[in-house]
């Protein structure tokens, strides 16, 4: 049975140190009854979710967009990808720490990018399940041929060393001309469609 509680102001004050539940209340469901009357909002959380205010999902939308300003700032220059599996716990030193990421970015010569890379839950082998040459996606978005996935034929390579941000990094600055210095793995504030990556000239 669904353990939903009434999100007191005490605990509504976590949502500017807990991503989180900030991100439950700012997208916060509506619940109508049967007859399609509003009854609440409600913040899904595990194992209780909340109702919620209109005033406390609109305080939380504003601390997320704060932190979505915030994040696209202090990461220019910075290889960033966005958590869209599920998060573990670090199974060895630089783990990525969740199951699929992807990102776009855009190469020292101003070409641009999609990738998405991934692991198993137990090995720890990174694979490649997307990557896109955006450019030549543009090109031939009115053909039926999909050139552009594929690119550089990594989705069928099986060379992958193990799932890190440093051998992500080594292999986006190798294969696709980039010299990003850092990886930063975004899970609650970024959405992929909200940032693109640029790579330093040098």
Do not use: W
Request: aromatic share 10%; with cysteine.
């Amino acid at each position: 049975m669904e353990n939903l509680q009434v999100l007191t102001e005490e605990k509504f004050l976590e949502i500017y140190t807990n991503e989180k539940l900030r991100n439950a209340v700012a997208y916060a469901h509506i619940c109508n009854d049967s007859k399609g009357n509003f009854l609440h909002r409600k913040a899904l959380m595990f194992p209780i979710s909340y109702k919620v205010t209109n005033e406390q999902v609109e305080a939380a939308n504003i601390e997320l967009n704060k932190a979505k300003e915030k994040a696209k700032v202090e990461n220019i220059g910075k290889l960033v990808f966005i958590g869209m599996g599920m998060e573990y716990p670090e199974r060895y030193p630089n783990d990525v720490c969740n199951h699929r990421v992807r990102g776009e970015f855009i190469n020292k010569y101003g070409k641009k990018y999609f990738i998405e890379f991934g692991t198993g839950r137990i090995t720890g082998e990174m694979r490649i399940d997307h990557s896109i040459d955006r450019d030549l996606e543009e090109q031939n978005k009115d053909k039926s041929k999909q050139q552009y996935n594929n690119c550089k034929d990594l989705e069928r390579r099986k060379f992958y060393p193990k799932y890190t941000k440093t051998d992500i990094l080594e292999l986006i600055n190798k294969e696709f001309d980039c010299n990003f210095k850092e990886v930063v793995i975004d899970n609650y504030t970024l959405s992929p469609n909200e940032i693109i990556s640029v790579s330093p000239s040098n």
